[in-house]
């Protein structure tokens, strides 16, 4: 599983298009294969609707602003305000909204419901882990500070990602933590497989008739040792966001290509 968050998936991920299967040059005995002229105008065919799809992304990720968002911080009135994780630096420079007990926390989620949702380790035992749960697999973000990592497994029902730096924590808590899950299928139906298998069972699912897929789905974390947190995060808000709103097009159609 990765050990850094893949936030260049979403290349790989759009080459999963429905039915069709390349062949890339390989090795076989010793001997390279000549790739048919039919399999080369294949990955022709899709390195060019990548490239497209990657255009279109960048575009849409230029619209994106940062005041679109809504960001929340769950808190709680025992949390250590550390050098660089405390209320004032989170709420200024992501204006988020701080709250310090799950109610408000509801309540403000009735209004609108988070796209990020900061969360402090000392929270942990006011999450309602069915909510949380439920809004990893509809893609919010979950971003941990001073959190351990199995205590963000549970917060979020992902049990496939690995821990990609163990014992970070007891060294210092100013450390964060991010787990991101975005699944984009073209059959809503195979949703509660996909996440099973991606969430749960760690196995890939059947790929049978399943359409386009695409998404990301990785986890990181740092030790944090000065300010520059706060705009890298900013930034990598910022495209998971593109990442949610955006609307595969070129690579939604079949390959116009076929063997003659």
């Known amino acids: 599983m990765s050990k850094i968050i ?10 999963l298009i429905a039915n069709v299967s390349v062949v890339f040059a390989q090795e076989e005995q010793g001997e390279e294969r000549v790739i048919s002229p039919h399999e080369q105008a294949q990955i022709d065919e899709i390195n060019r609707r990548n490239e497209a799809e990657y255009r279109l992304f960048q575009a849409h990720l230029d ?3 940062f005041e679109d968002f809504k960001i929340v911080y769950l808190t709680s009135d025992t949390a250590a305000q550390l050098t660089y994780i405390n209320n004032v630096s989170i709420a200024t420079y992501f204006k988020a909204e701080v709250i310090n007990d799950w ?3 509801e309540k403000s989620s009735t209004q609108r419901s988070p796209d990020v949702i900061f969360i402090h380790g000392a929270a942990i ?16 973000l979950f971003i941990g500070l001073s959190m351990p ?19 970070y924590l007891a060294y210092s808590p100013e450390m964060i933590l991010y787990f991101d899950y975005n699944l984009k299928l073209e059959k809503e139906d195979r949703r509660d497989e996909f996440n099973t298998a991606n969430l749960e069972t760690c196995k890939n699912p059947a790929a049978t008739d399943a359409g386009w897929v695409r998404g990301e789905h990785g986890t990181y974390n740092n ?3 000065s300010d520059d947190w706060l705009p890298w995060t900013q ?3 910022r495209y998971e966001y593109a990442q949610q709103t955006h609307i595969p097009t070129v690579n ?9």
Do not use: H
Request: with cysteine; hydrophobic share 45%; aromatic share 14%.
């Open 6 to 15: 893949r936030k260049f998936l979403y290349l790989s991920a759009i080459l």
């Open 63 to 65: 619209t994106i602003r």
């Open 103 to 105: 109610t408000a926390f």
């Open 125 to 140: 035992n006011q999450v309602d882990i069915e909510w949380t749960q439920k809004a990893y697999r509809a893609g919010v």
């Open 149 to 167: 990592f199995a205590d963000m497994q549970r917060i979020t029902g992902d049990y496939c990602l690995e821990d990609p730096n163990p014992g």
């Open 223 to 225: 030790f944090i040792l």
């Open 235 to 237: 930034e990598f808000i």
């Open 252 to 260: 939604q159609l079949p390959l116009a290509i076929t063997e003659k």
